[in-house]
């Protein structure tokens, strides 16, 4: 084929096929030459429009994560199966993370920097009676000056990954927040923001749990999210981290990150729309084929028809 195609690129070749076309086509009638001129159409159509659609398709481009959360030891635990199962749920009724602000679109930094713009707007409307209070608890991280939170321990699992290239659209992250302090029945009511770092690059949000209650250094409070990345996360290793904060405060009073744990570091990942099924991915190869394969035909069909006007031109003479 290939052969072929070089022989017909050839400048003697392309001059002398130039020549006969015009001798040849003076002899077509005009239904001949608009079907050809459809056929010709057609085909560049079917060649141009699946790079154009893939093109728009990068352009509008946006991120999109189904999650599900929930503690491990907790009265409603649901197993790894339920928790899957949510999230094919979320996927068919299209409640993205984003769309119900799970997920932020932003950077660490900038979710940081909204906590406290957050927590400074909400000072000021209250009243002038409760200012100076409100202000001495804002300035500190958290509301147990005795104790400190830590996360015990981090780690992820890689779930679902369709076409086997070993890179995962859903996996979880689980970790174990406790609270330190002298009485080791004390509680809190914290929750936590979930962040992708692409290949080292910054921290982008991607999702923020309920909140939840730790008791002291128990490990039966763990907590667990479970993820399908959807749209817009290249096929590439991302690192996890983690930030705790206690309900109502707007200081980190906890991370954990790649840096603690090798099981949050290089996760490879991708979005779905990068992680096709075999059977999506053979149609996409059977329309491009398709549009070869017509490519072809028509230039055998040229070749005929011109071997027919020669031979009928040669019985005349």
Not at 114 to 130: F, I, L, T
Not at 184 to 207: C, I, K, M, R, T
Not at 275 to 301: A, K, P, R
Request: aromatic residues 10%; contains cysteine; hydrophobic residues 35%.
């Amino acid at each position: 084929m290939n052969h072929f195609l070089k022989h017909l690129s050839s400048k003697k070749t392309l001059t002398s096929t130039s020549t006969d076309l015009v001798k040849v086509t003076t002899n077509f009638s005009p239904i001949v030459l608009a079907s050809l001129q459809l056929a010709l159409m057609l085909t560049l159509m079917m060649i141009t429009l699946p790079t154009l659609a893939s093109e728009v398709s990068s352009s509008t481009n946006t991120i999109k994560s189904y999650s599900s959360g929930q503690m491990t030891n907790s009265a409603t635990n649901r197993s790894k199966e339920d928790l899957l199962e949510t999230l094919q749920q979320k996927i068919i009724r299209g409640e993205t993370d984003q769309s119900l602000n799970k997920s932020l679109n932003a950077t660490r930094d900038e979710v940081i920097a909204k906590k406290h713009q957050q927590r400074a707007k909400r000072s000021v409307r209250k009243s002038a009676k409760n200012i100076a209070g409100i202000q001495n608890v804002s300035n500190t991280s958290r509301s147990f000056s005795d104790g400190s939170f830590v996360i015990y321990e981090g780690y992820s699992q890689l779930i679902e990954d369709y076409d086997g290239d070993s890179y995962y659209q859903t996996f979880s992250v689980t970790f174990d927040a406790d609270l330190v302090t002298h009485d080791a029945h004390e509680e809190a009511v914290v929750y936590a923001e979930l962040y992708l770092s692409e290949n080292g690059g910054p921290w982008q949000h991607y999702y923020s749990t309920d909140s939840f209650v730790i008791h002291g250094q128990s490990t039966d409070d763990a907590f667990e999210v479970y993820s399908t990345l959807a749209q817009g996360f290249t096929t590439n290793h991302y690192d996890v981290l983690i930030d705790l904060y206690e309900e109502g405060y707007p200081n980190i009073v906890a991370s954990y990150s790649s840096d603690d744990s090798n099981s949050l570091y290089a996760l490879p990942l991708e979005s779905s729309d990068y992680d096709l099924e075999y059977v999506e991915y053979y149609q996409e190869t059977t329309i491009h084929g398709g549009g070869t394969s017509v490519l072809v035909l028509i230039m055998i069909l040229i070749l005929l028809l011109m071997r027919y006007f020669q031979n009928k031109q040669t019985c005349r003479s």
